[in-house]
Each structure stands twice: as structure tokens, then as C-alpha cells.
T-cell receptor, first 111, second 113 residues
Framework: TQLLEQSPQFLSIQEGENLTVYCNSS?????LQWYRQEPGEGPVLLVT???GGEVKKLKRLTFQFGDARKDSSLHITAAQPGDTGLYLC???????????WGAGTKLIIKP | DVKVTQSSRYLVKRTGEKVFLECVQD?????MFWYRQDPGLGLRLIYF???????EKGDIPEGYSVSREKKERFSLILESASTNQTSMYLC????????????FGNGTRLTVT
């Protein structure tokens, strides 16, 4: 079974702090997507990374795809209460329509 | 923006009932998906469809069936609802092959009593 392990599962920090969420696997992925889900809503795509070593920035969020394309990280600088949500990573492979999903990281940013 | 609409936000059904969950997308996407989401388990794929009248089983198809008679509509059917099917159900669509982002609906929270 292919797995994507996310860590930590839960994180509660104060506004203004920095944090990193990890998404790791023993499998190689051709692409890696990050989604954020707010309560009562469906997940919304934040970014897709496709090249080993790729770094993408979205305002205070920095996404990195590992050189070997087996892992990814999401770093948030100066977290704000609006960053609160469930962060999900999903890996794609070959011609498979199915994505492999991590279990998610529940992030709470306290004012 | 792509809009994926699920017909119900909340449903309460009794054990043994037949349940229909409807999903409509407005961007002419080829692919549509049904997932269930349970705490700590992430998203698990039930069924997906890459074309009208085409369907493929996902990871947990048992107890479910699907229908795609029109490109924009993908229905999930619980033939005889059971309490272990209490969950959040998410519909999604995408435009193409691997790596194309999924656009999700807001989900249907189904409770089977």
C-alpha cells in the first residue's frame, strides 16, 4: 500500500509563530499537491509541485518538493488566525487517476 | 471559477434506506470523483469516472454504486445504508490526467441511524 504520512497530525500555535508541516513517503511521485480545508467546506488547492527540489511561494507559505520527489514540506511564516484549517497533501503517479492522500494536519492559530 | 455543487449539506437516513448523493460541476470537466472523509483517515476514494457512463472503483467501493449519465453530473448511491457509512462525502472534478487539480464541493455530511 502506498502511503503519504503527514506530520504533525495536530498543531496549535500562537499568532506570529512559524511552523512546518511535512509529507513523507517511500514512493516517488510525479506531482505533489497541497490543499487547505476549512470547517464546513471542501478542500481547496494551494499549490502543485512537479520538479524535484522545486520551491514555490504563496505569500507567507513556502512549499518544497524533495529532490527525490518522495517528500514535501509546507512552511508558514508569521502564522495568522486565517491560516487555521486542515492541510492535506496528495501525491500523483504515472497515468493513475488516483491521488494518494495524506491524513492531514489540523492547524490552529490562536490570536 | 469552477463550481462543484453537492445537493445536500446534511442528510440523516435510517439503516437500510437507499440514499442518493448528487453532484454537479459547471466546467465541462472530464473526471469526477467521490470521496469519503473520516477523522484521521484522510480522503478515501470510493469511485471515479473519466467519461460519461464510465466508472472505476476506488479504494473502498463496497456498499456503493455510482451513475454518470451526463458529463456534468455524478451520483453516488448507497443501496442499503448502514451505520458505518456515516461520514462526510466529498465530490470533486478535474479537467484532465494526472496532476490536474481537484475542485471539490462543500461536502455532504451523512448520518445513518
Amino acid at each position: 500500500t502506498q502511503l503519504l504520512e503527514q506530520s504533525p497530525q495536530f498543531l496549535s500555535i500562537q499568532e506570529g509563530e512559524n511552523l512546518t508541516v511535512y509529507c513523507n513517503s517511500s514512493s516517488v511521485f510525479s506531482s505533489l499537491q497541497w490543499y487547505r480545508q476549512e470547517p464546513g467546506e471542501g478542500p481547496v488547492l494551494l499549490v502543485t509541485v512537479v520538479t524535484g527540489g522545486e520551491v514555490k511561494k504563496l505569500k507567507r507559505l513556502t512549499f518544497q518538493f524533495g529532490d527525490a520527489r518522495k517528500d514535501s514540506s509546507l512552511h508558514i511564516t508569521a502564522a495568522q488566525p486565517g491560516d487555521t484549517g486542515l492541510y492535506l497533501c496528495a501525491g500523483g503517479q504515472g497515468s493513475n487517476y488516483q491521488l494518494i492522500w495524506g491524513a492531514g494536519t489540523k492547524l490552529i492559530i490562536k490570536p | 471559477d469552477v463550481k462543484v455543487t453537492q445537493s445536500s449539506r446534511y442528510l440523516v437516513k435510517r439503516t437500510g434506506e437507499k440514499v442518493f448523493l448528487e453532484c454537479v460541476q459547471d466546467m465541462d470537466h472530464e473526471n469526477m470523483f467521490w470521496y469519503r472523509q473520516d477523522p484521521g483517515l484522510g480522503l478515501r476514494l470510493i469511485y471515479f469516472s473519466y467519461d460519461v457512463k464510465m466508472k472505476e472503483k476506488g479504494d473502498i467501493p463496497e456498499g456503493y454504486s455510482v451513475s454518470r449519465e451526463k458529463k456534468e453530473r455524478f451520483s453516488l448511491i448507497l443501496e442499503s445504508a448502514s451505520t458505518n457509512q456515516t461520514s462526510m462525502y466529498l465530490c470533486a472534478s478535474s479537467w484532465g490526467g494526472l496532476g490536474s487539480p481537484l475542485h471539490f464541493g462543500n461536502g455532504t455530511r451523512l448520518t445513518v441511524t
